[in-house]
């Protein structure tokens, strides 16, 4: 879409004291009117707010505190990242501060200022920096078609006027310490790194997540400009048909479609693969002990790993699990259990609650069940519409595509069992004391979904296998063959990535 070049000419931007005067008090009250009719809405505003304009921003930041009720806004400065943050990857930390339904979220130098001051330095070639930008894009797009109101400010300011405003302070010490070494650095730097923000700003608006720039050389046409666009932006959330609320334990049980994808991809998957007890022994001793040696060395070097469990209910994912951390020290491995959404996570989207599991640098994180929860149970019952599963494919790609960037492994397990051994297994645990915990009335009912989830699970695995991010097929009828089979295979990806 076109977009204006930030012009360092224009500088006619101008508003009246008297004319400030008199609209500051209605302004405030529509702000606060708008923000609490916000809470009992079914989403949430995220207000990036960037520019060369770095003092103005942050007088913009404390405006909004003061106008608006400061309880109710999420205000996240981010600046060089720390060295928890460098450990995960890039957008981690951004995803960690996302405001919940129902309130406001205030990024001041958020991932554009980041991705900027990158590609000033060059610390991106070409093909890198393409990547990130695409990444911005698709968050941006995520975030909007799950309902969020994104509103990008850019806050400009013309170099004569960022001259005039340090030469003011060097005079005027009182005011002096307000003016950072960045702020001269852009003055220096000015002519070179304008072309670097206007491509970014162009390159990263959309009609969902558009950019507005707000001339910064007037500070009372700038408080009111900012607070008028996010008032449009509340007011415009508010009057527009929000999407159905999703509520944790309601399906709604619908039907799955006949799609391309009725094709059988479970049906190639050899069942009769067994281990015999002499032979499973001394393959499991010999993956495990590998696998120890090979954690080791990860966390050493830094190398993290995600592995996501996925498969039948009763198809052994627990004894699977429980065989490679008991090979790993507990320092360097963590199991996180996915059960349904708590009302936290419902107000957000629904990667939120993974992207902030991700590991540091070094350790293994084991996901019993994951997001393919959307396009799984969620597609199945009828937790998601189908606007939501549907595009969650590609949202889920992109989401392990960055994990894969950041050199994580990332290995995904669908344990495969047939009908007739599901309800062998159904019927040991009722009568096993410790197991009967297991078997709850959702697991017989799923049973009688067995097709539709066979349809599910034939797309999920035709859309989201990738080179870096493969599904494997484990045949888990014979529950030894399932357990040497995948720390075989976490022990090939371990040794292929630290090998790199």
């Known amino acids: 879409m076109a977009f204006p070049k930030l012009d360092p000419g224009q500088t006619d931007k101008k508003l009246p004291k008297d004319e400030y005067a008199s609209a500051v008090p209605r302004m405030r009250v529509d702000l606060i009117n708008a923000q609490y009719d916000l809470q009992s809405a079914d989403f949430s505003v995220l207000v990036n707010l960037v520019g060369d304009d770095r003092q103005g921003c942050e ?9 608006m009720d400061g309880r109710y806004i999420g205000t996240h400065y981010f600046g060089d990242p720390s ?22 979220g205030l990024f001041f130098g958020d991932f554009a200022w980041s991705l900027i001051e990158s590609r000033f330095k060059d610390e991106f070639d070409e093909k890198s920096y393409e990547l990130r930008l695409d990444h911005v894009r698709k968050l941006y797009a995520e975030l909007a078609a799950d ?24 005079k005027k010490p009182a005011d002096e310490w307000r003016v950072h070494d960045v702020d001269r650095d852009m003055l220096s730097d000015y002519d070179r790194i304008l072309p670097i923000c206007e491509e970014m700003v162009r390159r990263t608006t959309s009609d969902s997540s558009p950019w507005h720039i707000v001339e910064s050389t007037d500070e009372r046409y700038r408080n009111l400009t900012v607070a008028k666009l996010i008032l449009d932006a509340i007011e415009n959330g508010l009057n527009r048909k929000p999407p159905p609320r999703k509520t944790a334990g309601k399906s709604a049980s619908a039907p799955v479609a006949d799609t391309d994808f009725r094709r059988d991809v479970l049906g190639s998957v050899d069942l009769s693969r067994s281990l015999e007890k002499d032979d499973y022994k001394k393959k499991l001793e010999r993956y495990q002990r590998k696998i120890h040696k090979l954690s080791l060395q990860a966390a050493k070097k830094g190398v993290s790993s995600v592995l996501v469990f996925e498969g039948w209910d009763a198809a052994g994912k627990g004894g699977i699990i429980r ?25 957000h989207h629904y990667l939120w609650r993974f992207w902030r599991q991700l590991p540091p640098a070094g350790r293994m994180l084991i996901f019993d069940r994951s997001w393919y929860g959307r396009v799984l149970v969620e597609r199945v019952e009828g937790f ?37 051994e599901q309800l062998a297994r159904f019927k040991s645990r009722e009568q ?26 034939g797309e999920m695995v035709a859309r989201t296998s990738t080179e870096q991010a493969p599904w494997i097929l484990v045949p888990a009828n014979n529950k030894p063959w399932a357990r040497v089979a995948v720390l075989k295979e976490v022990c090939k990806g371990l040794e292929s990535l630290l090998e790199r």
């Open 59 to 67: 007088d913009v930041v404390d405006l909004l505190h003061e106008w």
């Open 83 to 104: 060295e928890e943050v460098q450990e995960r990857p890039y957008f981690w930390r951004y995803w960690r501060a996302l405001p919940p339904r129902g309130r406001v």
């Open 147 to 170: 309902g969020m109101v994104i509103l990008n400010l850019w806050l400009h300011l013309p170099k004569a006027e960022l001259k005039k405003r340090l030469k003011k302070a060097k």
């Open 323 to 347: 065989r490679i951390t008991a090979a790993i020290s507990a320092r360097d491995v963590r199991v996180v259990p996915i059960a349904s959404p708590t009302e936290e996570e419902l107000a």
């Open 384 to 420: 998601a519409s189908d606007d939501e599963w549907s595009r969650a494919y590609d949202e889920i790609v992109d989401f392990e595509s960055q994990l894969v960037e950041h050199g994580m492994l990332v290995r995904k397990f669908w344990l495969h069992i047939d009908a007739d």
């Open 432 to 457: 096993t004391p410790y197991k009967k915990y297991k078997i709850t009335d959702d697991d017989y009912r799923n049973r009688d979904r067995w097709d539709d989830y066979v349809v599910a699970v």
